[in-house]
């Protein structure tokens, strides 16, 4: 059995269901089943994987109950949505969503204000910051998109790994 025909998956599957679409925007589906693969892939030697699979197992049913309505249930996806992102990414070394875009948008960003700056000082102008807002904003986008596509890159590769 593979890891996708999983029971988990059924499970999931089935409590989305009933879920209409524009309610499911905001959860991060496709992101869920791609921890759930790779905790899965881990269940055997690593205990806390293990323990996060009959937890998430516990949770599900609860999902549809969280994403119409703001309770305890809310609270209780919430938490093992933040406890599986923290695991993957300090013991799997699962990147956050949106790392490479954000880490490289930030780094485009910096460098542009300092070689403005520097450029400003030598030819000084009378819209100087003007120039420096317009040159960082379009430079924190471009970093973001390129670091938008390391980051497919990298969330597709998972994805490969896991469907092998
Ligand atoms: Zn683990």
Redesign the pocket.
């Known amino acids: 059995m593979t890891n996708s025909q999983d029971a988990i998956f059924e499970d999931l599957n089935r409590a989305l269901s009933g879920i209409s679409d524009k309610d499911l925007r905001f959860f991060p589906i496709d992101r869920f089943k791609t921890q759930l693969e ?2 899965l892939q ?2 055997d ?6 323990m ?1 699979l009959k937890k998430t197992k516990e949770v599900v049913p609860l999902i549809p109950i969280a994403i119409t309505d703001v309770g305890k249930e809310r609270k209780q996806v919430d938490r093992l949505l933040r406890d599986i992102e923290r ?2 990414r300090k ?2 070394h699962l990147l956050p969503e949106y790392y490479y875009a954000a880490r490289y948008g930030s780094i485009f960003a910096a460098i542009t204000v300092v070689i403005s700056l520097i450029a400003l000082w030598c030819f000084p102008s009378d819209n100087s910051v003007l120039v420096i807002i317009t040159l960082t904003f379009i430079s924190l986008i471009l970093g973001f998109l390129w670091g938008n596509i390391k980051d497919k890159r990298f969330a597709g590769e998972i994805e490969h790994k896991s469907k092998k």
Not at 45 to 50: R, S, V, Y
Request: hydrophobic fraction near 35%; glycine fraction near 0%; proline fraction near 7%.
């Open positions: 790779i905790l881990h269940r030697q690593c205990p806390e994987c293990n996060l695991h993957l013991v799997h």
